[in-house]
């Protein structure tokens, strides 16, 4: 059981690129979300889904885009990626309220 | 406007001793509390968590307090060990159409003094 697992796990994008952050699990969780965690700030929900083939917005959608098109994978798409990117990223799933996350991708923009 | 807010950045303590660890919350429709865990360059990991339809919730060395009225809990841990350092986000989430959601505080860091 791996549980949650997020590729890359470190990346350097230029201003104006896109990239595409992936995230598996397989606890055959119907809930995944991801965030993203700014220095010494908290966990800001960007997306999440309650199964295959729905997502919905959380708090800071802007930049970002997600498909679901199966249980195990929720992978986020950075367009056009900006400064203002730069952040650690984490993927998480749960059955309902308690979520086990990924190691996370630390992803800066220059 | 913060719904849920952890107001100490940082707490040190010595090992052996206790570690109590706040968090503060707004929105009345919070029903379910959770704690989670994180080291450096890793994952949060889940703690303890609480239903709204109790007060306390215990697990080893790891105590979860609610006051709904104060719309206040509380993380005990007892006694801190140097492992324990680490920072502890508060959550918190509904029931019903937002259920698996959750909103997180800025989150505690934790030092356990040996």
């Known amino acids: 059981n791996a549980g949650v697992t997020q590729t890359p796990k470190f990346r350097i994008l230029k201003i104006g690129q896109s990239m595409t952050l992936q995230c598996t699990q397989d606890?055959?969780?119907?809930?995944m979300y991801w965030y993203r965690q700014d220095p010494g700030m908290g966990l800001k929900l960007i997306y999440y889904?309650?199964?295959?083939?729905?997502?919905d917005k959380g708090e800071v959608p802007n930049g970002y885009n997600v498909s679901r098109s199966t249980t195990e994978d929720f992978p986020l798409r950075l367009e056009l990626a900006a400064p203002s990117q730069t952040s650690v990223y984490f993927c998480?799933?749960?059955?309902?309220?308690?979520?086990?996350f990924g190691p996370g991708t630390r992803l800066t923009v220059l | 406007d913060q719904q849920v807010k952890q107001n100490s950045p940082s707490l040190s303590v010595q090992e052996g001793r206790i570690s109590i660890l706040n968090c503060d919350y707004t929105?009345?429709?919070?029903?379910?509390f959770l704690w989670y865990k994180k080291y450096p360059a890793e994952g949060p990991t889940f703690l303890i968590s609480?239903?709204?339809?109790?007060d306390k919730n215990e697990d080893g060395r790891f105590t979860v307090f609610l006051n709904k009225s104060a719309k206040h809990l509380s993380l005990h841990i007892v006694p801190s060990q140097p492992g324990d350092s680490a920072v502890y986000f508060c959550?918190?989430?509904?029931?019903?159409?937002?259920?698996?959601?959750?909103?997180f505080g800025d989150g505690t860091t934790l030092t356990v003094k040996p």
């Open positions: 929105n009345s429709m919070f029903d379910y």
């Open positions: 998480a799933s749960s059955y309902y309220n308690e979520q086990f």
């Open positions: 609480i239903s709204s339809i109790k």
């Open positions: 959550a918190a989430s509904e029931y019903g159409t937002n259920a698996g959601k959750s909103t």
């Open positions: 889904s309650v199964g295959a083939g729905i997502t």
């Open positions: 606890m055959n969780h119907n809930y």
